[in-house]
């Protein structure tokens, strides 16, 4: 092809198929989500303005995403699924788009070059909806009867802002929420700032520290606000439904004791803000540890704090690489839940393995192995969480506990605030005790079926 005059290549490159290796991809390469993420650019930060109105349930946004391009682009794909959008720029020019169900296909006016930073500016509106996920399970912008539960796992960041909505691209947050006065809206990381006028309130929130799109929420709804600094130091926003506040408080009042707890245990408290959002959402059916401030559905059970809690620092300070390994999410905020028992004078771990162990073959525990789920449909079911733990306590009884808390710890320290693979873990597991522990991990998370001795 070298004999192609110049012109004629370059006029080939702008006209389409040529122009493929400019393009940055529609999916980060997740076997179980493909279209989730997209590549060719990294988000750095995330500027959300919303404005929500619980009574229509009309959402007006405007996300300014400030990225780095990993290669030379002519167009980028964000997810962004539903809402209306109503123009984009790309620095201060406007860019044109389309649509391709998820994907939103941004071409700038000006090719990217590899490297550069750029600002994307989007501007929508219309009625969010959750996505219904493999699962069957809704996540994503959840309308309730006075406000919004917002959860993105895995899938629902798209609902309610064009991200790129993989737990690879991990970036800072600022969130400014409007909602009518008596409402609060409650998003991620510490309060900057609130500001009645005209019979609406302005909630800003920062999330400074790095966060996959999933853990980013903006819930609202009629809460009571409690506001407080822990002896530790850490500042605390916990927003409850008055309808759950009865429930709830015995549980919520241990917060600083259970953060303070994990923190002797796994290490420092990875984030600079704290708390909770209890909220009543009862189709929802699940909690999740959204970073700095976990959203329950309902008044949480003390064993779900502890758990929301634990993925702090493991799932939200130590993301994900890919869904496949979500059992180092799980597993892990389980195993804490078992931990927590056994040094506050309940079930040890070793009861809590043996319980489980006796399940028969038939059992839903062992229904495939934690580190290969198969598909999404299957990523939060009862081997990644119970079989996912029950893998960790034979790690624990291997290396010994002195070694198995080291690890934690390296773990969390090692990877705060960035990623980890379960290939990572193994390695540092062995690393750490010394011993050759492939066939133990591969038993427990690779094989299926009940292993055949406990
Ligand atoms: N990660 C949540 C937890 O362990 C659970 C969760 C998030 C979930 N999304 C879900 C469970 C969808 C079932 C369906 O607390
Ligand atoms: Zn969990």
Redesign the pocket.
Known sequence: MATIPVAVAALLAAAGPAAAGTSGSTGAGDPYFPLAGNGGYDVRHYDLTLGYDPDSRHLDGKAVITARATQRLTRFDLDFKGLKVTGITVGHTKADFRRDGQELVVTPRHTLHKHQEFRVTVTYQGTPKPVT?P?G?L?GWIPTDDGAFV?G??QGAMTWFPANNHPKDKASYDFTVTVPKGTTAVANGVLRGQRTSHGHTTFRWRAAEPMAAYLATATIGKFKVEQYTTPDGLKVYNAVDPREATAAAPVLKKLPSVLAWESSVFGPYPFKGAGSVVDRAPQV?????TQTRPLYDRAPSLGTLV??SA?QWFGDSVSLTTWKDIWL??GF?TYAEWLYTEQHGGKTAQQNFDALYASPADSDVWAFPPANPGSGAHI?ETPVYSRGAMALHKLRTAVGDKTFFDILRTWAADHHDGHGTTAQFIHLSQRLSGKDLHALFHTWLDTSGKPASP
């Open positions: 996920d699962d399970s996540d959860a796992e895995p059916g699940y909690a999740l540890e758990h929301e993925h999410n799980e905020a939060f």
